[in-house]
């Protein structure tokens, strides 16, 4: 309860936003198994799940790192552009799922067009806001930490930034997959396709990075040399998942 309280003093607005995006995940999961939906080929309801949890973690990360800034005020109109952007677009998918109806690359009428459009559009945004977020870290002094966790929070950002921009390759592919379309056979949940290249794989371990990288500093390396030097090796594999899936193989196949 300590750390919830914490949690919520540093930044209220994404504390809250994190938290109905965690209850928002849990009711999805039960309509999977109590009303489960097939689309192609998968439950529809995995995608806003996925999402919710997502946005959660992100949500739920960025206040936590937030209590290390000097001035919360400094952040407070990215905080507002993350919740409705976000919002935004976990609320579409889920909309879309409950239908059994396509949320991305859905060019199926004009009005799909825009909203797929419209989610292109609030990914940017937000990601734009995260990493005003991310720069914060780097132009103000942080003395209340260790310089390795201070600097993993810095790579976090950034390898945020860069693979959730690289969901606009997804956008120019108009699917998951290279070399096929969305549907096709995949893992479970997940659904990463199995018989192509997938670029949802380097685009969720590069964005999570943002938690990956300030974990591993602050309870394992506890060495800025060390945190340098994963933060280089977490780079190179997400590139090397991301160049595997381009080049259409499958990282996982069978």
Same mark, same amino acid.
């Given at each position: 309860?300590?750390?919830?309280?914490?949690?919520?003093?540093?930044?209220?607005?994404? +504390?809250? &936003?994190?938290?109905?995006? @965690?209850?928002? =995940? $849990?009711?999805? *999961?039960?309509?999977?198994?109590?009303?489960?939906?097939?689309?192609?080929?998968?439950?529809?309801?995995?995608?806003?799940?996925?999402?919710?949890?997502?946005?959660?973690?992100?949500?739920?990360?960025?206040?936590?790192?937030?209590?290390?800034?000097?001035?919360?005020?400094?952040?407070?109109?990215?905080?507002?552009?993350?919740?409705?952007?976000?919002?935004?677009?976990?609320?579409?998918?889920?909309?879309?799922?409950?239908?059994?109806?396509?949320?991305?690359?859905?060019?199926?009428?004009?009005?799909?067009? +825009?909203? &797929?459009?419209?989610?292109? @559009?609030?990914? =940017? $945004?937000?990601? *734009?806001?995260?990493?005003?977020?991310?720069?914060?870290?780097?132009?103000?002094?942080?003395?209340?930490?260790?310089?390795?966790?201070?600097?993993?929070?810095?790579?976090?950002?950034?390898?945020?930034?860069?693979?959730?921009?690289?969901?606009?390759?997804?956008?120019?592919?108009?699917?998951?997959?290279?070399?096929?379309?969305?549907?096709?056979?995949?893992?479970?949940?997940?659904?990463?396709?199995?018989?192509?290249?997938?670029?949802?794989?380097?685009?969720?371990?590069?964005?999570?990075?943002?938690?990956?990288?300030?974990?591993?500093?602050?309870? @394992?390396?506890?060495?800025?040399?060390?945190?340098?030097?994963?933060?280089?090796?977490?780079?190179?594999?997400?590139?090397?998942?991301?160049?595997?899936?381009?080049?259409?193989?499958?990282?996982?196949?069978?």
């Amino acid at each position: 309860m300590e750390f919830i309280e914490t949690l919520k003093e540093r930044n209220t607005l994404l +504390f809250w &936003f994190g938290l109905v995006n @965690l209850i928002t =995940a $849990v009711i999805l *999961i039960l309509f999977s198994f109590f009303r489960p939906i097939d689309f192609a080929g998968t439950n529809a309801w995995y995608k806003p799940i996925k999402f919710a949890l997502s946005t959660s973690i992100l949500a739920l990360s960025i206040a936590w790192y937030s209590g290390y800034l000097p001035n919360i005020k400094d952040i407070n109109v990215a905080n507002w552009i993350i919740v409705i952007t976000l919002a935004f677009e976990v609320l579409y998918i889920t909309w879309q799922a409950s239908k059994g109806q396509a949320s991305h690359y859905n060019q199926s009428s004009a009005f799909y067009s +825009f909203m &797929f459009s419209m989610m292109a @559009l609030a990914a =940017a $945004v937000a990601t *734009i806001a995260i990493g005003y977020i991310g720069i914060k870290f780097s132009i103000h002094p942080i003395d209340s930490i260790p310089s390795y966790y201070l600097w993993a929070i810095r790579f976090g950002f950034i390898l945020f930034v860069i693979f959730s921009f690289e969901g606009f390759v997804m956008g120019a592919n108009m699917s998951h997959p290279i070399g096929s379309e969305d549907g096709g056979k995949g893992l479970p949940f997940l659904n990463w396709s199995v018989s192509h290249g997938d670029l949802r794989i380097a685009h969720l371990i590069g964005m999570h990075a943002l938690q990956v990288l300030p974990i591993l500093a602050l309870y @394992l390396l506890k060495n800025t040399k060390l945190t340098f030097i994963m933060a280089l090796i977490y780079t190179l594999l997400a590139l090397f998942i991301l160049i595997t899936a381009l080049r259409g193989n499958a990282l996982l196949k069978f």
